[in-house]
């Protein structure tokens, strides 16, 4: 089985400052990894995804996130935000064996304020 | 490209009352899943299917939910007997496994609330 664990609930950063959005994982096989956004009344999007080669993976709106296999994570960072990344942000896994099983992380909420 | 569509946008109901919800996914799509998120959590996986088949489906989907996909396009998801516990949000997704490389497209989900 596999769970995720995303440290930070909340994480509130003013505009242009450089933000990282922490994700833990748990799997005993080895696992495809996203970042999901949600925006207000909006369905989730894909950010980023790690399937497999480079550990450092770009995604859109400036997002890139750093697959770290020693301490199971993958955190996801930009260096400047804007008032238009104020959104849940949430990491998944998926196991290599073929189930199509998503599990999420319980989601961090990225205000930025001007 | 019209997205994943999802009716009815919120559903009220009281508590032993049945409910439906639909899904429309991109046309293209051959692989449809069901999620349901509550305050402050992450989806949770509640099915799979591929094409008209439910290929994978969780614990979580008790002997009150059922899920159909009848001729592999559409799909409807049934709550029988709901209970105060049933209140999420229902989420819809699709994919291709020939186009979207592990990429799912989710729809805006159905709001449940049971009274």
């Known amino acids: 089985a596999q769970s995720v664990t995303q440290l930070d609930s909340q994480v509130p950063v003013f505009e242009e400052a450089p933000v990282e959005l922490r994700c833990n994982y748990s799997s005993s096989v080895s696992v495809y990894l996203f970042w999901y956004v949600q925006y207000p009344n909006q369905g989730l999007q894909l950010l980023l995804k790690?399937?497999?080669?480079?550990?450092l993976v770009k995604g859109i709106n400036g997002f890139e996130a750093e697959f770290n296999k020693s301490q199971t994570s993958f955190h996801l960072r930009k260096p400047s935000v804007h008032i238009s990344d104020t959104a849940e942000y949430f990491c998944a896994v998926k196991n290599f064996s073929g189930a199509q099983k998503l599990v999420f992380g319980q989601g961090t909420r990225l205000t930025i304020n001007p | 490209d019209t997205g994943v569509s999802q009716n009815p946008r919120h559903k009220i109901t009281k508590r032993g009352q049945n409910v439906t919800f639909r899904c429309d996914p991109i046309?293209?799509?051959?692989?449809l899943y069901w999620y349901r998120q509550t305050l402050g959590q992450g989806p949770e996986f509640l099915t799979y299917f591929q094409n008209e088949a439910q290929l994978e489906k969780s614990r979580l989907l008790s002997d009150r939910f059922s899920a159909e996909r009848p001729k592999g396009s559409f799909s409807t998801l049934e709550i029988q007997r709901t209970e105060q516990g049933d209140s999420a949000m229902y989420l819809c997704?699709?994919?291709?496994?020939?186009?979207?490389?592990?990429?799912?497209?989710f729809g805006s989900g159905t709001q449940l609330s049971v009274l």
């Open positions: 046309s293209e799509h051959n692989r």
């Open positions: 997704a699709s994919s291709s496994r020939q186009t979207t490389n592990e990429k799912l497209f």
């Open positions: 790690y399937l497999s080669g480079s550990t």
